[in-house]
Each structure stands twice: as C-alpha cells, then as structure tokens.
C-alpha cells in the first residue's frame, strides 16, 4: 500500500495544502517547526484516528478555527480508495471511507502505517503503559475488530474503579458486590481476549526483532520479549482470582488484575533493556521494535505498510543510518523528515519536498 494523494485543510499550521505522493522514499525537508512532522503526523491520525504526539484531538485543529480535515488517496495494487476523517471542536469526529461514513475506530481496515519517532524511545525506558499501547496498536492492525474489543474493556476498567471507589470502607453492600460481579464477566471475557491478542504479537514479534536488531545495530545480541502478566490462562482461574483480590480492590479502590496492569519486558543479553541498555542499544531496540512491526505486517498482509520516519535519523550515527537506510529501502513507500538533509543517506532517497510555514515550497527527484 502507499498514500498516492494526502491533502490538508486547517489542520495544525496548514492552512491548505495538497501533495501527490509516488512509492519510493520520499524525504520531507525542512528548519524546526515549519510543518514536515505534522505533515506525516496526519498520516498517522488517517490510519489510526489519533495522533502520536498528543492525547487530544484540539491541538490537531488550526487556530481559530472549527474543525480539521485530512482527506487521502490510498493504493493498493490497481485499486485507489478515498479516506477523510474530520476533527471537531464541537460535536463528534467524522470518518469515511469510498464516501461512506466509518466508526474512527475501524480506519485501520484502509491504511497500515508503521511510525519510527524520537518518542519510541519511550518503548524502551518508559513506562509500562507505553508498551502496552505499542502491542495493541499493532493488534488493532493486524485484527480491526480489536478496537472495539479494548475500548470496551477501558470502558468496564473505569466503571469497575467507579464501583470500587464508592464501596470502601462500610459502603461494601451486597449490592455493590452483585453489580461488581456483573462486571467481573465482562471483565474477565474482554480481558482474556485482548491478553490471547497480545500474547500472539509477542510471540510473532520476537524472531523479527532478533533480526532487525542484528541488521540495525550490526551486533549479535541477544533479544528476548517477555509479556509480564497477572492475567490467569482460563475464565475460571480469572474469576477466582478476583475474588481472591477483592477486599484488597474495595481497599485499594482500583482494579489489580486484567491487562490494564500488563507489561512487557525487552530484554538484551539477559537484562532488562530498561535498565541496563546504553543509550544507543536502546535506540536500537526502540527502532527494532518498529522495524519488526513492519516485517510482520508485510508478511500478512496484500502490501507493505507505509513506513513513516520522522526525525529519526538525526539520532544515529552515520553507520547505523546506513544500516537503517539499508533495512527499510525495499518496502514500497517510506516517508522521512529532517531537519538537516545529510543526515539522511543519499542513496535511500528518490524524493525531496522543501516544507517552510506550513506549505510545500519545493518538489523534486
């Protein structure tokens, strides 16, 4: 797959702008600030419906005005689909696909992307919660459906803390209890499904990321992917154990078994990369978890995914950026951007676009 056409209206420091894209690398140039990452961050926001760099959609919408729209041309072989999601201050946001209207949550079924940011670094030394978000992307991905399937299982997390919060103490009724294992079910049914998702993308993750380790980093070190769970393996196990943990749930007022409390644990050379990795190991994995991503994708689905590289190559040494350039140049669309044009290898590039103030300035081979 790759995006043929990409236009803009109001979004972030856009104005308007329309660009024809070609398979191939394309490399986005420009000074800091000018617009080259919000131009692939709307890329991002057309193929999962939420931006890597913000947690609300207000910031994707120009100053001063009402809504944002993204509209893009998708190819797949011989066939060219049109995709449009619209960003509200007020009211709901709207997406559609070939002209009719899709649930925000379903825009995975029409464009696969694979992004590499500074922020993955944060795959390796931050949070948990980062990394449980890297797995369900990639789940939403490669089974749609698995949208729905964790927005419901957020959804009964909060009701759960709801629930528990108002019964501490003496308020624990029966009745509180009774309602608490009505959600339990849906608990335990939502949570296990997502667990069996993930457990499969650790699984099938972790031979790619041995090899794009190796081809990045040029050293043969040991990777090992290890999903760190208290989520029992069968419905029976799951209820008892909440039962197990409910006076310490009413205590503690938050739910201490599911998912939600999941890590994953990256491992090199039998350490924990968090905490031992240099700074350029963890560089390495962050972008070998990335690069994993996309050979998996690419071996399941019609097409390659678009890869999207923004400002990563900035953060490598000449030797790894080579490799790099090395790694990802047969996939049938790759989008870079930089700031400084010979960080990137000339080699890897077919393309440049100039981006100053919110508008393409430039466009040539």
């Known amino acids: 797959m790759h995006v043929s056409r990409i236009e803009l209206a109001d979004y972030r420091n856009y104005e308007r702008a329309a660009l024809d894209l070609t398979p191939g690398a394309t490399l986005f140039i420009g000074k800091n600030g000018q617009g080259k990452t919000n131009l692939v961050e709307a890329i991002v926001v057309l193929a999962t419906g939420a931006s890597h760099r913000v947690s609300g959609d207000a910031a994707l919408i120009r100053a001063s005005k009402e809504s944002a729209v993204i509209r893009a041309q998708l190819t797949h072989g011989t066939r060219t689909i049109g995709v449009d999601v619209q960003f509200n201050r007020q009211g709901a946001n709207r997406a559609q696909a070939q002209g009719k209207r899709i649930a925000m949550r379903d825009l995975p079924r029409y464009a696969q992307v694979v992004l590499f940011a500074p922020e993955d670094l944060a795959l390796i030394r931050g ?26 299982y957020e959804k009964v997390v909060r009701q759960r803390n709801a629930l528990l919060k108002s019964g501490r103490g003496s308020r624990i009724t029966d009745s509180v209890v009774q309602t608490l294992q009505v959600w ?33 980093a040029g050293d043969e070190h040991a990777t090992e992917l290890q999903l760190q769970t208290n989520v029992p393996a069968s419905e029976e196990e799951f209820r008892a154990l909440l039962d197990a943990r409910r006076s310490d749930e009413f205590e503690r007022a938050v ?15 039998g350490l924990l990369a968090r905490h031992y990795a240099s700074h350029g190991e963890s560089w390495s994995y962050a972008l070998s978890l990335k690069l994993a991503s996309a050979e998996l994708l690419r071996g399941e689905a019609a097409g390659d995914p678009v890869l999207i590289l923004d400002d990563v190559f900035a953060e490598l040494d000449s030797t790894r950026r080579q490799r790099m350039a090395d790694a990802i140049g047969s996939f049938e669309q790759v989008l870079i951007t930089a700031a400084v044009e010979g960080d990137v290898p000339e080699d890897l590039v077919t393309r440049r676009v100039r981006i100053r103030s919110g508008e393409v300035v430039e466009d040539a081979a």
Do not use: C, K
């Open 255 to 269: 739910s201490l078994v599911g998912p939600h409390r999941d890590d994953l644990h990256l491992d090199l050379n």
């Open 184 to 216: 339990d079910e849906r608990l335990v049914t939502l949570g296990l499904r997502i667990e069996a998702a993930r457990q499969q993308i650790v699984t099938d993750l972790a031979p790619h990321v041995a090899r794009a380790y190796a081809a990045i």
């Open 127 to 152: 949070e948990p919660g980062g990394r449980r978000r890297f797995l369900d992307q990639l789940a939403t991905i490669r089974q749609p459906r698995m949208a729905a399937v964790i927005a419901d």
